[in-house]
DNA sequence: ATGGTAGAGCATCTA
């Protein structure tokens, strides 16, 4: 159906480690925040254990790929949930994980997506994580075309540039900062999505999403932005406001990942 | 000091 006015959209992600454990917190969230469309990852919840009616009490319907123990992810939306797809289209070799998930929300296709960690260079899950991201763009061209409003949002792993790190030095020769991941996130870029971060803050510096629990590291500043929405022309030329909430990575029991909202007139 | 914490679930595995 033709758009027949400009419509404002608050899109969100949060990688959430865990729904049962965050739904409270989440709960409190999503009213501070109120977004429109929200990508979860890391929901650690089968299909039939996802609070669906939940979300729905909170006035969003939802879309869960999950398996339990690890991974799961999700999109809750209050402009509608259509045209979903589980994991990768038909033809692209299947996930053995739950690590994405595609809908219709709007006018806008959402993919909600947790990248493989990669665990160590080298390592046979760092061969499927940089397989995993050609798999990725491999979908995008199924699902959607890049002149259509795309958005790929949630934790993908991979600090875009240096200026990501807190301190790239000490990642010389580990996973999220390689040049064979950074790669794959270039090939995303020239299939015509941009890091919708960076059109609200271009040079921004020390803006993290994700901080280790160990060590004391979110107190003393030690973090990644790891945490990316990813959105094609027509979504990036209306980004209005973005903002890593650090907040919500504070008090009692949080999640390792501060979630990320970013304001959109479509 | 090759450490530390958190979540799944109950021995470790994953991050």
């Known amino acids: ?8 959209v608050r899109l969100a992600t949060w990688n959430i480690n865990s729904l049962k454990v965050r739904i409270d917190r989440l709960r409190e969230w999503v009213d501070y925040a109120a977004p429109d469309v929200l990508c979860l990852q890391e929901t650690k919840v089968a299909d039939d254990a996802f609070p669906a009616l939940t979300f729905a ?22 402009l509608g949930v259509t045209e979903v797809v589980h994991g990768f289209a038909p033809g692209i070799e299947p996930d053995v994980d739950a690590r994405l998930v595609t809908a219709t929300c709007g006018d806008m296709r959402v993919m909600s997506v ?18 995993w991201l050609d798999r990725l763009r491999a979908h995008l061209d199924a699902v959607a075309g890049p002149d259509d409003p795309v958005v790929v949002a949630g934790d993908f792993n991979i600090a875009p540039a240096d200026r990501d790190v807190y301190d790239p030095a000490a990642f010389v ?38 901080w280790d629990y160990r060590r004391g590291d979110f107190h003393q500043g030690r973090g990644m932005r790891i945490d990316l929405a990813l959105g094609s022309r027509a979504v990036a030329q209306g980004v209005d406001y973005a903002l890593i909430d650090r907040h919500a990575r504070k008090g009692k029991l949080p999640s390792d990942h501060a979630p990320m909202l970013i304001d959109l007139t479509l």
């Open 1 to 8: 159906m033709a758009r027949r006015y400009a419509a404002r």
């Open 57 to 78: 009490e909170w006035g969003y319907e939802t879309v869960h790929h999950g398996q339990g123990q690890w991974n799961g992810v999700a999109i809750a939306s209050r």
């Open 114 to 131: 947790y990248v493989p960690n990669g665990r160590a260079v080298g390592h046979e899950q760092y061969h499927y994580k940089l397989v």
């Open 173 to 210: 020769g580990e996973t999220h900062v390689t040049d064979d991941e950074r790669e794959r996130l270039v090939r995303l870029h020239e299939w015509g999505l941009v890091d919708l971060f960076r059109v609200a803050y271009p040079d921004a510096d020390k803006v993290y999403s994700w």
